[in-house]
Each structure stands twice: as C-alpha cells, then as structure tokens.
C-alpha cells in the first residue's frame, strides 16, 4: 500500500513512508489529527487521503482555510447563523461543522483563528457540539476534525496566542510532513508524476527529462516544496512543446538570498551556488566534487544534507506511477 499514488499521494521518502504507515493505522478512527508542514509539502493532500481511509469511506470532506476568512466572517462560516444574528443575515444558514456532520473537516491554517474562535472550536471538539451565531440552542455534529498549519503551534503556545487546550485536542495524532528538500528522493518521482499527469490530459506522450534539467530540480531548494515543483514542471511540460524537457523549460532561478537574511544568507548562498557548479563540473561525483572545492569528501557530503542537493540518479522513467 506505501508504493502506489493512485489517490494521489506519492510517499517513497522512508518518513514519508513511516508517516504513510501510521496513517493506515489511525485514519479509521474518530481522532482528531494535526498536520504540520511548510507551505505546499502536501498538508491538504494527506489530509483527503486520511478523510479517504476513515471509518465511512463516501462520508463527507469539507474543508475551509481559517486564514482566507475574516474575523467577522469567521464564526458563522464554521458554526451557521441564525436569522437576523447580524446585518445581512437574511436567513439561517448552517455552518461547516454542521455539512460536514458524520464526515470529515478539514482546517487549514488553524493557527489563523482568532481567541474567540479557538474558545468556540474548543467548545465544538470538547462536547461534540455547536451553537450557531445568535442562537443559544446546542446541536450536536459528529465531526472528525483534521487541522493543519504551516506555523509553529507549540510556540504559539508558549506565546499565548494558541490555547494550550485547543493545542492539546487537536493534536491526539500529529503529523510532521517533511519539507522537499529533506526528501530529495521524491523530487524526480514526483516531477514525473506531474508531467505524466499533465501530458495526459494534453493527450501527449510525457517527454523525458534531460540531463541538466534533472541536475536543476534536484538542486533548487524548492522553497515552495510540492506545490512549486508541480507548477515548475507543467509549466516545462507546456514550454517543451511535447519534446524533451531542458533546463531552459524549468526557468528556475538561482537561489537567491532574502533580503533580511544579511551577508549570512548571501554567503549561504555563494556556498551552495558554488557546490552546484563544482558537481556539475565533477558530472556529480562528489570525491571529485570535493577536491574542486577544496574540502573532504565528509564535508561535502554534510554540506549537500544541510542545503539538501542530492546527487540525481542515472534515469528516472517519466510515467505514471
Ligand atoms: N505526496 C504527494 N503526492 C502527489 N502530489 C502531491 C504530494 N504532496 C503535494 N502534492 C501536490 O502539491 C500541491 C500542494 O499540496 P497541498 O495543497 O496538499 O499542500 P499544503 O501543505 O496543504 O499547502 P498549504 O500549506 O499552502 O495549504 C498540490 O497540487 C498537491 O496535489
């Protein structure tokens, strides 16, 4: 079951496997689950596949991202209104807590919600209830909840603008979803997987990867981890016009330094640019890698896990997994 990605989460890296093997596990039962990762790692993803695997398969899945919604707006998308509770409330309107009864919500960005919020979802996970803005009248929702956010909760916590309650039930079983570049093994699998996916939908045959191109997704630092590779790699799709896909196709910048990083980032950023060019040089051996640049061989290699490079494999076969 960890090889496939026909529900369409690939999962090779041995933590993404890990995490893939546990899920099987807790995915059947009502527990609340937390999902923590940086933007694009694939948070949502997991999430439909746990709603997928949970105790009524064709049960419902609605999800909402806290951070899109507004303080005012906030209270009554998730938990209904009643008629007249506000201005513009015309009519009772019921929440998502209550679509998504007997199924699964999914909260993205659950560290966006307001204090007053986090009382009233406290509340909710606490007695498996919800009150609708304007109304005093409980009514119970069986809900499984799956939150997840890219912010660090626990120190949120500890700054006091996370309830510590809502912190510890909303995190019965977490999950750490690992940024990209420290699972570099998924990079040229899933970069296959989204040009075979696009190709087919363009009832094309999916181009091979060529060399450089290969050598230019394994060392970009993928700050926007899954999501920017599936956009840098249909985007190369459509620009190879059915061809091989180049490095030119994947107009990938050079890593570039923020700002406020200071002169700390920017020789971060010469270092790593310099590791590149010294592998291409070497056509990727590191030993030879190494000499170039005048350290050991254990440096380099460190070197290549803290910026996350990894060295690309002979052939990647761009189709469908
Ligand atoms: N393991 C994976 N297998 C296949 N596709 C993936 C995987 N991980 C992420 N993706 C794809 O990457 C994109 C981003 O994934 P997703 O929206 O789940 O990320 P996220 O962590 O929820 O992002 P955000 O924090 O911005 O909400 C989606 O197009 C998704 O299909």
Redesign the pocket.
């Known amino acids: 079951m960890v090889d496939d990605?026909s529900s369409?989460?690939?999962?090779l890296d041995p933590e993404?496997r890990r995490l893939r093997e546990a899920l099987e596990t807790v995915a059947p039962t009502p527990l609340p689950v937390l999902?923590l990762?940086?933007?694009?790692?694939?948070?949502?993803?997991?999430?439909?596949w746990i709603a997928g695997m949970s105790r009524h398969p064709r049960e419902r899945f609605v999800k909402v991202?806290c951070a899109s919604l507004s303080e005012s707006l906030v209270e009554s998308e998730l938990f209904g209104h009643e008629r007249g509770a506000f201005t513009g409330a015309v009519a009772p309107r019921e929440g998502l807590f209550e679509a998504a009864h007997e199924g699964t919500l999914f909260l993205?960005?659950v560290g966006e919600l307001s204090p007053r919020t986090q009382a009233k979802l406290l509340r909710t996970l606490e007695y498996g209830e919800i009150v609708r803005v304007g109304s005093t009248r409980p009514r119970r929702v069986d809900v499984r909840v799956i939150a997840?956010?890219?912010r660090d909760l626990e120190q949120m916590v500890r700054e006091g603008s996370f309830r510590q309650d809502l912190y510890f039930r909303l995190n019965a079983i977490t999950l750490r979803?690992p940024p990209l570049r420290a699972r570099t093994s998924?990079i040229l699998p899933?970069a296959a997987?989204?040009a075979a996916r696009l190709s087919q939908r363009l009832a094309r045959p999916a181009p091979p990867l060529a060399k450089e191109a290969t050598a230019a997704l394994l060392s970009h630092a993928w700050p926007g981890?899954?999501?920017e590779?599936?956009h840098v790699v249909e985007r190369a799709v459509v620009m190879s016009k059915g061809g091989p896909i180049g490095a030119d196709h994947l107009m990938l910048e050079a890593p570039r330094a923020p700002v406020e990083a200071g002169i700390k980032g920017d020789l971060r950023s010469f270092e790593r640019d310099r590791i590149v060019a010294a592998l291409e040089q070497a056509r990727q051996n590191q030993t030879r890698a190494a000499e170039l640049l005048g350290v050991s061989r254990r440096t380099l290699t460190n070197k290549l896990n803290a910026y996350g490079i990894a060295r690309p494999r002979k052939k990647v076969a761009l189709e469908e997994c």
Do not use: Q
């Open positions: 990605c369409g989460f690939l999962a993404m999902i990762g940086e933007t694009g790692t694939g948070k949502e993803v997991v999430a439909e991202n993205d960005e997840a956010t890219h979803i998924e899933l997987l989204f981890n899954v999501r590779l599936r």
